[in-house]
Structures are given as structure tokens and as C-alpha cells.
């Protein structure tokens, strides 16, 4: 049987992976693309995703699973993160996994 906190982890561990799964359908078959039965674009789909992952982080703050993160928290983590997206950038390009005619806003 689950603790209250392992059913939200588990919940939130749930919506990262279907972000993953829908972020991969996005790049396999486009963006814009609609499967067969559904109503949704595969973008919109992974936009619904992550609104359900944000719920589940929003049941946990207020469940003391973590602590509540602010829009200062965003930026100043988000300030770290810039110089290794980058790279990582920078890398693809160098690879030829990026087309160099397209650019990415940091």
C-alpha cells in the first residue's frame, strides 16, 4: 500500500513520462499532427500534459511533498540552466543534429 507521498510521486513520475511519450510522438510524426480518434494535435496534447504534470506538483506543494516554488525560483534556476542549454546547443550543431538554419530562444 502507498503512502500519500508515494502516490503523488507516483502520479508526478506518471506525467513526466507521458510528456516524454508525447514529446516523442511529436517529433516522429509532427507537430501538428492529429491521430487517428483524437480531436487534439499532437502540440496541444503535450501542452495537456504538462498542465497535468503541473497539477500533480501543485497537489504535492500543498501536500508538503515539496515546497512551493515561486516565479523568482523559475527565473534564477532558469538563469543557471542557460549557459548548459548552450552547450547542448552549440553540440547538436556540431554534430549536424541541429539544422543550422534554425534558432532556439534561451
Do not use: C
Not at 55 to 69: C, E, G, L
Not at 76 to 86: F, V
Not at 88 to 106: F, N, T, Y
Amino acid at each position: 500500500m502507498l503512502t500519500a507521498q508515494q502516490y503523488i510521486l507516483t502520479k508526478i513520475a506518471e506525467e513526466a513520462t507521458e510528456i516524454a511519450q508525447r514529446a516523442l510522438k511529436a517529433q516522429q510524426f509532427g507537430i501538428d499532427q492529429i491521430e487517428p480518434g483524437q480531436e487534439l494535435d499532437n502540440g496541444e496534447r503535450l501542452e495537456n500534459e504538462f498542465l497535468d504534470l503541473a497539477f500533480w506538483v501543485d497537489i504535492a506543494q500543498r501536500n508538503m511533498v515539496m515546497a512551493p516554488m515561486s516565479k523568482d525560483d523559475f527565473t534564477a534556476h532558469r538563469r543557471t540552466k542557460i549557459p548548459t542549454a548552450l552547450k547542448m546547443l552549440m553540440l547538436a550543431l556540431s554534430e549536424g543534429q541541429l539544422a543550422p538554419s534554425d534558432s532556439i530562444e534561451l
